[in-house]
């Protein structure tokens, strides 16, 4: 294609694993002179990947599946024993902690040194010199050694490099899980504007919400092979099917829907996984507060969530979890059993438990929900990732998507404005 910004063509990486090493003469003589045990590895299996320009597009996978390989192979840190990588434009990749810092050089001459890396000239990093400082937020460190900063410094200096040079293309590793939420929050808003301004970026991350709310397409990597390449939110179903399985140590076959007798209002929906999980889903129906005879809730309404399992035996473990959606997959809330303080010890056979929503304040609109089973140390032992949709019609005339209470009061004498305006606190 002739727009495309990222071309990787049925790349493998191999890297040769030695088993027994025998670096001194001492450990040689001891073994006789025995060769080592080699062992190929294939850390990356004929991948193809193609990004169009101004694409954004997330790549989702476990340790070990390869994710950080391919970027690597993409930014030109390891070339691919086998197939070829294209890239169009400058590239500005960040990749793992500290890439590319040298822990002797102050942080002023690590961002011109990796400046220089990026093809910049020293008179074009002095341009921008003052606004990475400025988005790193390290100004009184920088002219101190690298080798003293913090995890958290590490990334903000290092995306503040790749950000600021004017790049193509941007690639970034899962290390902006390492910084603080609201530099987090900041980088995103930067990665929005490179969204806005027609460039292309590469996003590794385990976080699936990030590939849904960002990201114009997944890729799910799994020991090394392409799984899925899709729409954001296929590829998420996929990626927690894939954990689902992997984590439990289990297969997933083709699944077969069991439908339980429910209500006119329920909801039957999802995929039953593998009958020996420890624990699984059976049915899930949705119960309104309001009228039952018609297909939706009002603003202000209790939502019910009524969830069927089975245990194969007991176990004091569960955790339940549940998270809704707009219609652009959006999360809106997330929660689960642990988080609201409610430990569940489930019995052998089938069970039922109830997610409540007292006084759903959403307004207009189509929502759906999520609905998994994993273990307090996160071992996921079933996953709905489209449980059951639900309406809201809002009976009142507010907009929007939330409804707030909101109170207004006219102040009417000179007395009181002045006696408010002493309370008032400046925002």
Same mark, same amino acid.
């Given at each position: ?11 493998? /990486?191999?890297?040769?694993? !030695? @088993? ?32 169009? #320009? ?48 040298? #822990? ?15 093809? %910049? ?5 002095? /341009? ?13 460190? *920088? ?35 390492? $910084? ?20 292309? *970026?590469?996003?590794?991350? @385990? ?15 799994? @020991?090394?092979? %392409? ?5 954001? $939110? ?17 297969? &997933?076959?083709?699944?077969? =829907?069991?439908?339980?007798? !429910? ?58 979890? =549940?998270? *809704? ?37 959403? =307004? ?8 998994? &089973? ?21 009976? $009142? ?9 909101? @109170? ?15 309370? !008032? #606190?400046? =925002?």
């Amino acid at each position: 294609m002739s727009d495309f910004a990222v071309d990787v063509r049925n790349v493998s /990486k191999r890297f040769r694993l !030695a @088993h027994g090493q025998y670096n001194s003469l001492k450990e040689r003589l001891i073994h006789g002179g025995k060769r080592q045990n080699v062992e190929d590895f294939w850390a990356l299996d004929e991948v193809s990947l193609t990004v169009q #320009q101004g694409e954004t597009v997330g790549i989702l996978g476990r340790n070990g599946s390869g994710k950080s390989t391919l970027l690597k192979c993409i930014c030109g840190v390891l070339q691919p024993t086998q197939g070829e990588v294209a890239v169009r434009g400058k590239l500005a990749g960040l990749l793992e902690l500290g890439a590319g810092f040298q #822990q002797d050089l102050t942080g002023r001459e690590n961002i011109y040194l990796n400046g220089s890396l990026l093809g %910049m000239s020293k008179r074009e990093v002095d /341009k921008v010199f003052d606004a990475i400082v400025d988005f790193s937020e390290l100004e009184e460190f *920088i002219d101190g050694p690298v080798k003293f900063y913090s995890s958290g410094m590490y990334v903000r200096l290092g995306f503040a490099v790749a950000v600021n040079v004017d790049p193509d293309v941007l690639v970034v590793d899962e290390v902006l899980a390492v $910084g603080d939420e609201r530099f987090q929050r900041k980088c995103i808003d930067r990665i929005d504007q490179f969204q806005r301004e027609g460039r292309t *970026i590469l996003l590794v991350t @385990h976080s699936s919400d990030t590939v849904r709310s960002i990201c114009d397409r997944g890729v799910v990597l799994s @020991h090394g092979r %392409m799984v899925a390449e899709g729409e954001p $939110g296929e590829v998420t179903r996929i990626f927690r099917e894939r954990l689902m399985a992997e984590g439990a140590g289990m297969s &997933i076959v083709d699944p077969t =829907l069991v439908a339980v007798p !429910a209500t006119p209002s329920s909801i039957v929906n999802g995929t039953l996984p593998d009958a020996e999980r420890p624990v699984r889903f059976r049915s899930v129906h949705r119960i309104f507060s309001g009228d039952n005879s018609v297909p939706y809730l009002r603003t202000g309404d209790d939502l019910t969530i009524r969830v069927e399992f089975e245990a194969l035996h007991a176990m004091d473990d569960v955790v339940f979890s =549940l998270e *809704i959606r707009n219609l652009d997959g959006n999360s809106l809330m997330r929660t689960d059993t642990s988080i609201i303080g409610v430990p569940i010890a489930v019995p052998p056979g089938t069970s039922v438990m109830h997610f409540g929503i007292v006084g759903v304040p959403l =307004l207009d609109g189509s929502f759906s929900f999520a609905l998994g &089973i994993q273990s307090r140390g996160g071992v996921l032992y079933d996953w709905r990732e489209d449980a059951g949709t639900f309406e809201v019609m809002n009976p $009142g005339k507010m907009t929007g998507l939330f409804r707030m209470d909101v @109170h207004a009061a006219l102040i009417s004498s000179e007395s009181d404005v002045d006696s408010s305006a002493a309370l !008032a #606190q400046p =925002l």
